[in-house]
C-alpha cells in the first residue's frame, strides 16, 4: 500500500504568509509530502491568498490533502446554527479548491450552547437520535456542492460527539450514503476508557471491521496515554511516548484506499520532526510505501 506521509498542527503556521520557503523545505526533508491546514481567519478569509501558497507549495512537493477549521455544527438544536453551518461549508469550497484540497475536514459540532469555544465540548444531547439525524440531514445537504467542486468531504470522529464509536459512524455514514462524504479515521479519538486504551490493537480492527468503506483516504497518527488522575485521564501524546500498538496500527491502515493520507497531528513545534521521523520509521517498517 502506498501513502502520503502528512502533518497537521507542529510547525504549520495558521496564516498564509507564514509559509515560508525554509518552513516547507524543512518539512520536505523530513519526507512530509501533504498537509492538514488551519487558518485562524477561516478558509473564506483567505481565498485570494491561498493560489500563491498552493504553488510554494508545490515547489517543494507538497500537496494540502485536508483543509479544517471549518467548524460546521451540524448537531447543534438550534435550526439557525445548523443553517450557518451548511452556509459554512460552502464558503469555504473556493478556498479549498484554490488551494488543490482533497477534501474539507470538520467535525459534527455539539450540543453546547457556548459550541464556537469548545467544539468537541461533551453534552448529552451529542448522543441523542436528534443530533445523529440532524447530522445525517446536514451531510446529504452538502454532499451535491462538494462533488460539484471536485472534493470530498471527512467527518472527524470523536468519543464526545455525535460520531462516538464505530457503530454510530457507520449507521451515519450508511444513511448519508455518498460517494464524497466520509469519515476519518482517527482511532484514538475513540478510545473511550482506560480499558479501551489497553485493548487498543483489539479496538482498532474492530473499529476498521465495522466503519470499513466509509472511510476516506485519510487518518490522523498520534499516541495514547491513561494517567492517574482521579479516576483516570486519557491523554494525546506525540507518537511513540504512548501504548497505541503501531503493528496493529498500520494491518488496519492497509484497508483504508491507496494513495490515503498519513496524517501526524497534535505535536507542538518542538515535537514536529521527531513525531514526524517516529511514524515515518513504523511505517516504511510496516511495509507501507511513502509517496
Known amino acids: 500500500m502506498a501513502m502520503y506521509l502528512g502533518l497537521a498542527n507542529g510547525d504549520i503556521p495558521a496564516e498564509p504568509a507564514g509559509f515560508t520557503e525554509a518552513l516547507i523545505s524543512s518539512w520536505a526533508s523530513l519526507g512530509i509530502r501533504c498537509l492538514s491546514v488551519h487558518f485562524s481567519a477561516g478558509p473564506a478569509a483567505v481565498v485570494n491568498k491561498v493560489a500563491d501558497l ?3 507549495l508545490s515547489a517543494g512537493g507538497i500537496h494540502v490533502a485536508q483543509m479544517a477549521g471549518v467548524n460546521a455544527n451540524f448537531v447543534h438544536p438550534s435550526a439557525e446554527v445548523r443553517a450557518e453551518a451548511h452556509r459554512r461549508v460552502i464558503a469555504a469550497i473556493p478556498t479549498a479548491v484554490g488551494l488543490g484540497a482533497t477534501m474539507i475536514s470538520s467535525g459534527a459540532g455539539t450540543s453546547r450552547n457556548d459550541w464556537t469555544r469548545a467544539f468537541y465540548g461533551p453534552h448529552p444531547d451529542n448522543y441523542s437520535a436528534r443530533a ?5 440531514t446536514g451531510l446529504r445537504g452538502i454532499a451535491p456542492h462538494i462533488e460539484d467542486a471536485g472534493l470530498s468531504y471527512t467527518v472527524e470522529c470523536h468519543q ?13 455514514m450508511d444513511a448519508v450514503d455518498s460517494p464524497v462524504i466520509s469519515a476519518n479515521f482517527d482511532p484514538v479519538n475513540l478510545l473511550d476508557s482506560a480499558v479501551a486504551v489497553y485493548d487498543n490493537a483489539a479496538r482498532m480492527r474492530h ?4 466503519v470499513g468503506p466509509r472511510y476516506g483516504a485519510s487518518c490522523h497518527v498520534k499516541d495514547v496515554v491513561v494517567t492517574d488522575e482521579f479516576v483516570c485521564r486519557t491523554l494525546e501524546v506525540p507518537p511513540g511516548d504512548g501504548v497505541l500498538d503501531y503493528d496493529a496500527f498500520f494491518e488496519v491502515v492497509r484497508r483504508l484506499p491507496d494513495e490515503s493520507a498519513l496524517i501526524v497531528e497534535h505535536l507542538t513545534p518542538e515535537q514536529t520532526a521527531g513525531g514526524v521521523r517516529f511514524v515515518r520509521e513504523r511505517a516504511l517498517a510496516a511495509g507501507i510505501e511513502l509517496l
Open 160 to 172: 464526545l460527539s455525535t460520531m462516538r464509536s464505530a457503530e454510530v459512524i457507520r449507521e451515519v
Open 132 to 136: 445523529a439525524d440532524d447530522l445525517i
Open 54 to 56: 498552493r504553488s510554494r
Open 207 to 210: 473499529i476498521m471491521d465495522v
